[in-house]
């Protein structure tokens, strides 16, 4: 398939998908005019770089972590680093967890506000 239809089908923009090229997370065959032509298997590509940027990993940190994904490769320096990666994920996911439950107790004295009048600001301790 050419670029424009990986695009259209994973969502991506060409212009992502020529700088995951650039990065060598994504390959393409060539025509001899020069078009790129991606394989069924590049959509999948894609959508595993866009989660994994989604969560915060670099794009090095990608490359290094395709062959490990595509044929099972690995070292014990990729392990190591992929379980660093893993607990960055999950600091920033109770990071999150507790600015949403800091959000939820806005919300809740905000709507109480709303139907009595009574102040927004939590109480002082």
Same mark, same amino acid.
């Given at each position: 398939?050419?670029?424009?239809?990986?695009?259209?089908? @994973?969502?991506?923009?060409?212009? #992502?998908?020529?700088?995951?090229?650039?990065?060598? &997370?994504?390959?393409?065959?060539?025509? /001899?005019?020069?078009?790129?032509?991606?394989?069924?298997?590049?959509?999948?590509?894609?959508?595993?770089?866009?989660? $994994?940027? @989604?969560?915060?990993? #670099?794009?090095?940190?990608?490359?290094? &972590?395709? /062959?490990?994904?595509? !044929?099972?490769?690995? @070292? /014990?320096? $990729?392990?190591?680093? &992929?379980?660093?990666?893993?607990?960055?994920? !999950?600091?920033?996911?109770?990071?999150?967890?507790?600015?949403?439950?800091? $959000?939820?107790?806005?919300?809740?004295?905000?709507?109480?506000?709303?139907?009595?009048?009574?102040?927004?600001?939590? /109480?002082? #301790?």
């Amino acid at each position: 398939m050419r670029v424009g239809e990986l695009a259209a089908r @994973t969502g991506v923009s060409v212009r #992502s998908l020529r700088y995951y090229e650039e990065q060598h &997370l994504l390959s393409a065959e060539r025509s /001899p005019s020069g078009q790129r032509h991606y394989d069924d298997g590049a959509v999948e590509r894609v959508r595993l770089i866009q989660e $994994l940027y @989604t969560a915060g990993l #670099s794009s090095s940190t990608i490359a290094d &972590l395709i /062959p490990c994904v595509e !044929d099972g490769r690995a @070292t /014990p320096a $990729l392990l190591t680093r &992929l379980t660093a990666e893993r607990e960055q994920i !999950d600091k920033r996911l109770t990071d999150l967890q507790a600015a949403r439950d800091r $959000l939820g107790t806005v919300i809740t004295a905000a709507t109480r506000n709303m139907h009595s009048g009574t102040s927004c600001r939590p /109480p002082v #301790s």
